[in-house]
C-alpha cells in the first residue's frame, strides 16, 4: 500500500503506520470532528452526518429525502488521506459491515447516502479534500475525491487552467459528481459531464486478508485494459467503492462571452434542438406559462477581449432568513393553500424580472452589470455558490433552501430527453400550457426550466446518447399528504418525459417514480453490475435503494395513499391522490397513457 497522496492528516504518522497508531489517531478525528460539528452553530450549510453515543443519522442538504424518512448508521469516519481510508474499509469489510460514502454537504435528493440498517458506517470525505499534483506542462490536476468544485476551479485558475465545463454549484464534490454524472451544459468537445474530462482514478474497494481487507485500484485512461473499470468508476451511484483520488485534464484558461437573449417560446422544440450546436456554453431558460425563453449565447473569445466578468448566480447567494420566510408563507403556501393560480403567475412574472434586471448574478467586473456581453475569464463564469461562504451569524443569512431556516423546499425532477425527440417533446407541453396556462407558475418561481445539453459518454450508467437535460424544480409542502396547484400538469410533463420520450433521470436528483424501470434503458447496464461484482462482491457499499434502481431489486416505487403527491408511485387509484381534498387519479390531457393526480373542483371554477 503505497498512496501517492501526500498526507493531509495534521501529526499523523507516516509510512507504514501499526495499526495501534492508525487507531488511536482515527478515533482522535472522528471525536474531533464530531465536538466540531457539535459546538459551532455555523450558518454556511450544517454537516449532513449527526452522531450521538447513541448512533449517527444521515441526510442530505434539504434535511428531507423523497419518502421523508430518516436515515441511521452506527458509526462515521473521517479519514485524512488514502491511506486512513484503506484502513476505515478494511476494517469495515472485515466485519462485513455495510458503507456508504458521505460528503462535505451530501446535496443529492435521492437515498443514496443511506446505508442499510442503523449499524452502518458512513465514510466521510469532508478532510479528503486536497490537491495532489497540478501539472501545468501536461494540462492536469489530481485531486482528492474530496475537493469541491469551487476548490477545483480555483486551484485550476492560479495555474493558468480551466475545466471546460462544469456543473453550476459550487458545493458539489469530484467524488459526488462523479457518483452521479453532474454535469455543466455543452454539446462541444468531450461533452459536459464531469466524468468526460477524467484521466486517471484511484478508488479504494473492499478487499480480501491478503490486502488487509481493502483493495486500492489505480485505473487510467491511457492504460486499455482499465476501460471497463473505468466506464463503471466514472458513474458509479457510490457503489464501487470510496473513489480517492481523480485526475483531470484540464485546458489552458479561457475567457468567454456571455449575452442571455429574451425571446418568445413559439418555435423553442426547433431552436432547442440546434441551438446547443450554434454556442459552446449554450443553455435556455424557459418560462413556459409566460411563453418566454432566455438563451444563453455563449462562447469562448481571445484572451485580448477587455472585461472581467463574475457570476455570482442570484439563487446561489446567500439570502435573508426573513425574505425566505416571507416568499415562503406569502408567494407558496398561501397561493397554495387558496389555490391562487394568478396570483403565483404575478409573483413568478416579479421574480422573473427582478432576475433579468439583475442579469442572473452577472456583473461585467465582479461589482456592476453595464449591459451585455459578460465577458470574464472562465473560472468566474462557469460555477458560483457564495452562500457557502456565508458568515457565521447565526442564521441571519443563508442558503435559500437550508432546512434550517424556513425558506425553499422542492421536489426536483430533472430527467434528460434525446435531441432527436426533443422538439416533439417541448411542443406537447405547450400542448398542456394551451388547455392549462397557468399551470406553470409555480415552476417559474424557481425560475423555470433549466435546458441545457448533455452529450453521449461511456460510462456505463451516462448518457446513453446526446440529450437535453431539463431540470425542473417546484413546490413542495411540508405535508405529505396536501396535494400542490396544477400537480396534474407536472405528473404528466414527468411521465411524458420518462415513458413516452425514454428520457434518463439525473441519478442525483429525482422522485422515487423516475427511476422506476430506468436502468433498462442504459445498454451495457450488465457491463456495470459485472464490474460491482468484481469491486464489492459482499455489496458492502450497496444499500436497498441501490438495488431498486439498479435492477436487482424491484423498482423503488412506493405504493401507499397519497403516494402519488409525494412522487413515489405513479397513481392507479384515487386514494393514491387526495380524494378528500378533491384530487383524482385521471389520465392526462395530452399523453393519454399518464394517470395523475388532477383537482376535479377546479373545472366548475
Ligand atoms: C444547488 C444545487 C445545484 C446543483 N447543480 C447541479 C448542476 O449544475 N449539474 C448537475 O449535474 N447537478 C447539479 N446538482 C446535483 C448534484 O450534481 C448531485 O446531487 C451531485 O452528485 C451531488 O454531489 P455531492 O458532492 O453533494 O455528492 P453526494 O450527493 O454526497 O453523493 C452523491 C453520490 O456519490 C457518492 N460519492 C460521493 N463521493 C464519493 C467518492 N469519493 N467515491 C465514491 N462515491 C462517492 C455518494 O455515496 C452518493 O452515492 C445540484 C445540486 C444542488 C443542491
Ligand atoms: C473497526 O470495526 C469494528 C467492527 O465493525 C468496530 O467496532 C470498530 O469501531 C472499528 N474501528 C474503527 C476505528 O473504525
Same mark, same amino acid.
Given at each position: 500500500?503505497?498512496?501517492?497522496?501526500?498526507?493531509?492528516?495534521?501529526?499523523?504518522?507516516?509510512?507504514?503506520?501499526?495499526?495501534?497508531?492508525?487507531?488511536?489517531?482515527?478515533?482522535?478525528?472522528?471525536?474531533?470532528?464530531?465536538?466540531?460539528?457539535?459546538?459551532?452553530?455555523?450558518?454556511?450549510?450544517?454537516?449532513?452526518?449527526?452522531?450521538?453515543?447513541?448512533?449517527?443519522?444521515?441526510?442530505?442538504?434539504?434535511?428531507?429525502?423523497?419518502?421523508?424518512?430518516?436515515?441511521?448508521?452506527?458509526?462515521?469516519?473521517?479519514?485524512?488521506?488514502?491511506?486512513?481510508?484503506?484502513?476505515?474499509?478494511?476494517?469495515?469489510?472485515?466485519?462485513?459491515?455495510?458503507?456508504?460514502?458521505?460528503?462535505?454537504?451530501?446535496?443529492?435528493?435521492?437515498?443514496?447516502?443511506?446505508?442499510?440498517?442503523?449499524?452502518?458506517?458512513?465514510?466521510?470525505?469532508?478532510?479528503?479534500?486536497?490537491?495532489?499534483?497540478?501539472?501545468?506542462?501536461?494540462?492536469?490536476?489530481?485531486?482528492?475525491?474530496?475537493?469541491?468544485?469551487?476548490?477545483?476551479?480555483?486551484?485550476?485558475?492560479?495555474?493558468?487552467?480551466?475545466?471546460?465545463?462544469?456543473?453550476?454549484?459550487?458545493?458539489?464534490?469530484?467524488?459526488?459528481?462523479?457518483?452521479?454524472?453532474?454535469?455543466?451544459?455543452?454539446?462541444?468537445?468531450?461533452?459536459?459531464?464531469?466524468?468526460?474530462?477524467?484521466?486517471?482514478?484511484?478508488? +479504494? !474497494?473492499? %478487499?480480501?486478508? @491478503?490486502?488487509?481487507?481493502?483493495?486500492?485500484?489505480? #485505473?487510467?485512461?491511457?492504460? $486499455?485494459? *482499465?476501460?471497463?473499470?473505468?466506464?463503471?468508476?466514472? +458513474? !458509479?451511484? %457510490?457503489?464501487? @467503492?470510496?473513489?480517492?483520488?481523480?485526475?483531470?485534464? #484540464?485546458?489552458?484558461?479561457? $475567457?468567454? *462571452?456571455?449575452?442571455?437573449?429574451?425571446?418568445?417560446?413559439?418555435?423553442? %422544440?426547433?431552436?432547442?434542438?440546434?441551438?446547443?450546436?450554434?454556442?459552446?456554453?449554450?443553455?435556455?431558460?424557459?418560462?413556459?406559462?409566460?411563453?418566454?425563453?432566455?438563451?444563453?449565447?455563449?462562447?469562448?473569445?481571445?484572451?485580448?477581449?477587455?472585461?472581467?466578468?463574475?457570476?455570482?448566480?442570484?439563487?446561489?447567494?446567500?439570502?435573508?432568513?426573513?425574505?425566505?420566510?416571507?416568499?415562503?408563507?406569502?408567494?407558496?403556501?398561501?397561493?397554495?393553500?387558496?389555490?391562487?393560480?394568478?396570483?403565483?403567475?404575478?409573483?413568478?412574472?416579479?421574480?422573473?424580472?427582478?432576475?433579468?434586471?439583475?442579469?442572473?448574478?452577472?456583473?461585467?467586473?465582479?461589482?456592476?452589470?453595464?449591459?451585455?456581453?459578460?465577458?470574464?475569464?472562465?473560472?468566474?463564469?462557469?460555477?458560483?455558490?457564495?452562500?457557502?461562504?456565508?458568515?457565521?451569524?447565526?442564521?441571519?443569512?443563508?442558503?435559500?433552501?437550508?432546512?434550517?431556516?424556513?425558506?425553499?423546499?422542492?421536489?426536483?425532477?430533472?430527467?434528460?430527453?434525446?435531441?432527436?425527440?426533443?422538439?416533439?417533446?417541448?411542443?406537447?407541453?405547450?400542448?398542456?400550457?394551451?388547455?392549462?396556462?397557468?399551470?406553470?407558475?409555480?415552476?417559474?418561481?424557481?425560475?423555470?426550466?433549466?435546458?441545457?445539453?448533455?452529450?453521449?459518454?461511456?460510462?456505463?450508467?451516462?448518457?446513453?446518447?446526446?440529450?437535453?437535460?431539463?431540470?425542473?424544480?417546484?413546490?413542495?409542502?411540508?405535508?405529505?399528504?396536501?396535494?400542490?396547484?396544477?400537480?396534474?400538469?407536472?405528473?404528466?410533463?414527468?411521465?411524458?418525459?420518462?415513458?413516452?420520450?425514454?428520457?434518463?433521470?439525473?441519478?442525483?436528483?429525482?422522485?422515487?417514480?423516475?427511476?422506476?424501470?430506468?436502468?433498462?434503458?442504459?445498454?451495457?447496464?450488465?457491463?456495470?453490475?459485472?464490474?460491482?461484482?468484481?469491486?464489492?462482491?459482499?455489496?458492502?457499499?450497496?444499500?436497498?435503494?441501490?438495488?431498486?434502481?439498479?435492477?436487482?431489486?424491484?423498482?423503488?416505487?412506493?405504493?401507499?395513499?397519497?403516494?402519488?403527491?409525494?412522487?413515489?408511485?405513479?397513481?392507479?387509484?384515487?386514494?393514491?391522490?387526495?380524494?378528500?381534498?378533491?384530487?383524482?387519479?385521471?389520465?392526462?390531457?395530452?399523453?393519454?397513457?399518464?394517470?395523475?393526480?388532477?383537482?376535479?373542483?377546479?373545472?366548475?371554477?
Amino acid at each position: 500500500m503505497t498512496p501517492t497522496s501526500p498526507c493531509w492528516s495534521k501529526g499523523f504518522k507516516m509510512g507504514m503506520p501499526d495499526s495501534e497508531t492508525v487507531w488511536a489517531s482515527l478515533h482522535v478525528i472522528v471525536i474531533a470532528a464530531t465536538a466540531m460539528i457539535m459546538s459551532v452553530s455555523a450558518t454556511p450549510p450544517a454537516d449532513p452526518i449527526r452522531c450521538t453515543s447513541s448512533g449517527c443519522t444521515i441526510t442530505n442538504s434539504y434535511g428531507a429525502f423523497p419518502d421523508r424518512t430518516t436515515c441511521k448508521a452506527g458509526a462515521a469516519a473521517y479519514p485524512t488521506s488514502e491511506e486512513e481510508l484503506a484502513w476505515v474499509v478494511g476494517n469495515a469489510t472485515r466485519s462485513k459491515r455495510k458503507m456508504k460514502v458521505v460528503t462535505r454537504f451530501s446535496h443529492s435528493i435521492p437515498k443514496l447516502v443511506c446505508p442499510d440498517g442503523e449499524e452502518g458506517l458512513l465514510v466521510s470525505t469532508k478532510y479528503m479534500n486536497g490537491i495532489v499534483r497540478v501539472d501545468q506542462e501536461g494540462m492536469r490536476m489530481s485531486v482528492e475525491g474530496g475537493v469541491t468544485l469551487r476548490q477545483l476551479i480555483e486551484e485550476a485558475a492560479k495555474a493558468g487552467m480551466a475545466l471546460p465545463y462544469t456543473p453550476y454549484w459550487w458545493g458539489l464534490t469530484v467524488g459526488g459528481m462523479l457518483g452521479t454524472g453532474a454535469h455543466g451544459s455543452s454539446l462541444w468537445g468531450k461533452g459536459s459531464a464531469l466524468h468526460d474530462h477524467v484521466e486517471a482514478m484511484r478508488i +479504494v !474497494s473492499p %478487499g480480501g486478508p @491478503g490486502d488487509g481487507y481493502a483493495r486500492i485500484r489505480t #485505473l487510467d485512461a491511457n492504460t $486499455k485494459s *482499465s476501460h471497463a473499470e473505468m466506464n463503471a468508476v466514472k +458513474v !458509479s451511484l %457510490g457503489v464501487l @467503492g470510496v473513489i480517492s483520488q481523480v485526475t483531470l485534464k #484540464l485546458q489552458p484558461l479561457f $475567457k468567454r *462571452s456571455l449575452t442571455y437573449s429574451i425571446k418568445g417560446d413559439s418555435d423553442l %422544440g426547433e431552436q432547442a434542438a440546434s441551438f446547443g450546436n450554434q454556442h459552446e456554453f449554450a443553455d435556455i431558460m424557459w418560462y413556459p406559462s409566460q411563453q418566454k425563453a432566455v438563451y444563453r449565447i455563449d462562447d469562448r473569445v481571445s484572451l485580448d477581449a477587455s472585461g472581467n466578468g463574475l457570476y455570482d448566480s442570484t439563487p446561489f447567494r446567500s439570502t435573508p432568513s426573513l425574505t425566505l420566510a416571507l416568499v415562503r408563507s406569502t408567494a407558496e403556501e398561501l397561493q397554495e393553500s387558496v389555490n391562487d393560480a394568478d396570483g403565483k403567475c404575478n409573483t413568478a412574472k416579479l421574480i422573473s424580472s427582478t432576475l433579468q434586471t439583475g442579469a442572473y448574478g452577472l456583473t461585467n467586473n465582479g461589482v456592476i452589470f453595464t449591459g451585455y456581453p459578460v465577458i470574464g475569464y472562465q473560472n468566474r463564469l462557469q460555477s458560483s455558490g457564495t452562500c457557502l461562504d456565508s458568515f457565521q451569524d447565526g442564521l441571519i443569512t443563508a442558503c435559500p433552501w437550508d432546512p434550517r431556516v424556513k425558506g425553499e423546499f422542492f421536489h426536483q425532477t430533472t430527467f434528460s430527453i434525446g435531441l432527436s425527440v426533443v422538439k416533439s417533446f417541448i411542443e406537447d407541453i405547450q400542448k398542456l400550457i394551451t388547455l392549462e396556462p397557468k399551470a406553470l407558475c409555480g415552476v417559474e418561481l424557481y425560475n423555470g426550466i433549466l435546458m441545457r445539453y448533455v452529450k453521449a459518454s461511456s460510462p456505463y450508467l451516462g448518457k446513453q446518447e446526446d440529450a437535453v437535460d431539463f431540470d425542473i424544480t417546484y413546490y413542495r409542502s411540508k405535508n405529505p399528504l396536501s396535494p400542490r396547484l396544477y400537480e396534474d400538469v407536472l405528473e404528466e410533463i414527468e411521465q411524458m418525459a420518462l415513458i413516452k420520450y425514454g428520457a434518463l433521470p439525473h441519478w442525483g436528483k429525482n422522485r422515487n417514480l423516475a427511476f422506476d424501470g430506468a436502468i433498462k434503458r442504459y445498454k451495457s447496464a450488465q457491463e456495470f453490475l459485472k464490474v460491482k461484482k468484481m469491486y464489492d462482491p459482499m455489496g458492502l457499499f450497496s444499500s436497498e435503494w441501490t438495488d431498486q434502481v439498479l435492477g436487482l431489486k424491484e423498482g423503488p416505487s412506493i405504493v401507499r395513499d397519497g403516494c402519488a403527491l409525494e412522487g413515489l408511485c405513479i397513481c392507479s387509484q384515487d386514494a393514491h391522490c387526495a380524494p378528500n381534498k378533491g384530487y383524482y387519479c385521471k389520465p392526462g390531457k395530452v399523453y393519454g397513457e399518464a394517470r395523475v393526480c388532477t383537482r376535479i373542483s377546479s373545472k366548475t371554477q
